[in-house]
Nanobody, 128 residues
Framework: QVQLVESGGGLVQAGGSLRLSCTAS????????MAWFRQAPGKERDFVAA????????YYADSVKGPFTISRDNAKRTAYLQMNSLKPEDTAVYYC?????????????????????WGQGTQVTVSS
């Protein structure tokens, strides 16, 4: 079992920045990848960014490429999402996800079904 705890959400003005953190505990030695998804009210959960835990390779949704950066700290078992130049349309609940299954191989880091553990979410609100 892996437990994920997000933090760092809050209220920020447009153009501002926030850094989200996701700390994993439990059987974290088997982490393959971690990702961030977001869900705005009345909308589906969308992919934001992902990172391969061993290689550090990163993947982004086109809508956040540039202003958002995903990173990891292996020692702290923590993934981060640095969000700059925030816009009101970035308002959503942000969820951290982790994948610990090795097989079958990941088809795409953007698919929510690739991840088998999820955090509770943290609210990000960007005011105009």
């Amino acid at each position: 079992q892996v437990q994920l705890v997000e933090s760092g959400g809050g209220l920020v003005q447009a153009g501002g920045s926030l850094r989200l953190s996701c700390t994993a505990s439990g059987r974290t030695f088997s982490t393959i990848a971690m990702a961030w998804f977001r869900q705005a009210p009345g909308k589906e959960r969308d992919f934001v960014a992902a990172i391969n835990w061993s290689t550090g390779s990163t993947y982004y949704a086109d809508s956040v490429k540039g202003p958002f950066t995903i990173s990891r700290d292996n020692a702290k078992r923590t993934a981060y999402l640095q969000m700059n130049s925030l816009k009101p349309e970035d308002t959503a609940v942000y969820y951290c996800a982790a994948r610990t299954t090795i097989a079958p191989a990941i088809t795409s880091y953007e698919y929510s079904y690739e991840y088998n553990y999820w955090g509770q979410g943290t609210q990000v609100t960007v005011s105009s």
